[in-house]
């Protein structure tokens, strides 16, 4: 039986076994249920305060993200804007190069058109000046005045070639002259270009009309009998051949050295065939100057290898001659020691001899001989008497 005290009214009872566990059963049963009610009341306070907070976080983050967002678009507003600035101004810029280019090239196409002008109108006054010339002239006259034409045109680079010589050609040589003989020298007077001129022209109204190849081989005679290197032709026959109109013509497949050319073509020929043979003069020159070296240096090899031998066999006599004086001196040394050996032998002979005869006395000489000592003993008292 247990005993049982009331809490409320402080009677005291007894009940069984029975009876107490089940009374106990019910007061864990309802602890528990309490407990556990208490329990889950706090976890649910518990996670609605946990809820509470991160949702506070969250709102914050939230927050948070929408000011750097906010903060990030008003950047990326500003960029935008910064860039749609920098655009408009670089495209004012290139606008303002375009239209500074072209305007530079409107005043560039500008000036070519006035030189190209100049330039038509310059050929155009030639063109009327040689038709001019055709038509005025006849046939022997307008030669005449190519000639002066460009007599006139050397004179103006005359400075250019103060030891030239360009002289109408008045010596005929077997019944043919040409026209103009050039030939120039370097300031040392070394000719190193000449030239055989002929100037040929006709007007409109001859009525046989001649071609560039008509004079070709009495140039070429020309130039061999006037002893000319080169042989140029100024022409203005064939006056719409594209040949001749577009510049140089080089006739040296035909002939040695030969050109045909438009008077506008002289003075630059002129020029560029100098140009060409003070360079060809100049290597000359060095070529020489290389050859005069390699002949020196060949005769200096010639001379140094003549003066190799001749001092090789010297030294090969000498040596020789040397060995043989070296053989005589060993000779002389070998006899001069066995004499020298000879020598002092004999003279320690000599020595021996002196010190037996420094040795030798009477008494010596007559121990063991009683006869030669009487007789030595008589001769001293016959030469010592008292």
Known sequence: ????KCPKCGNTFSVDEADYALLLNQVKNSEFEQELARRIHELERAQQARQEAELASI????????????????????QLQQADQQKQIAVMQLRQQATEAYAKKEQELAVLRNQMAEQVKALQDQVAYYKDMKLRLSTKMV??????HCATEFARIRPLFPYAYFEKDNEVVEGTKGDFVFRDSSDDGV??????????????????????EDFLTKLDADRRKKGCEYAVLVSLLEPDSDLYNG???????????????????????????????????????????????????????????????????????????FQDAIDEIDKTITHLTKVRENLIKSGDNLNAADKKLQDVTIKRLTY???TMKAKFEEAQAKSNPT
Do not use: W
Not at 1 to 4: A, Q, R, T, W
Not at 274 to 281: G, I, M, N, V
């Open 143 to 148: 030669g005449e005045t190519l000639e002066q």
């Open 247 to 321: 510049g140089i013509v080089d006739m040296s497949h035909r002939y040695e050295k030969m050109y045909v050319i438009r008077p506008q073509f002289f003075v630059p020929l002129i020029t560029l065939l100098c140009q060409t043979s003070r360079k060809s003069l100049d290597a000359k020159r060095e070529l020489a100057l290389v050859k005069a070296q390699q002949v020196d240096v060949t005769n200096f090899e010639e001379k140094l290898m003549a003066f190799k031998d001749g001092f090789g066999r010297n030294v090969r006599l000498a040596n020789e001659r």
């Open 368 to 370: 063991g001989n009683p």
């Open 1 to 4: 039986m247990k005993e049982l």
């Open 191 to 212: 000719e190193y270009i000449s030239i055989m001129f002929e100037m040929k022209n006709e007007n409109d109204e001859t009525a046989t009309k001649h071609k560039n």
């Open 59 to 78: 709102k914050a983050q939230l927050s948070e993200q929408k000011s750097r967002s906010e903060l990030q678009l008003q950047t990326m507003q500003a």
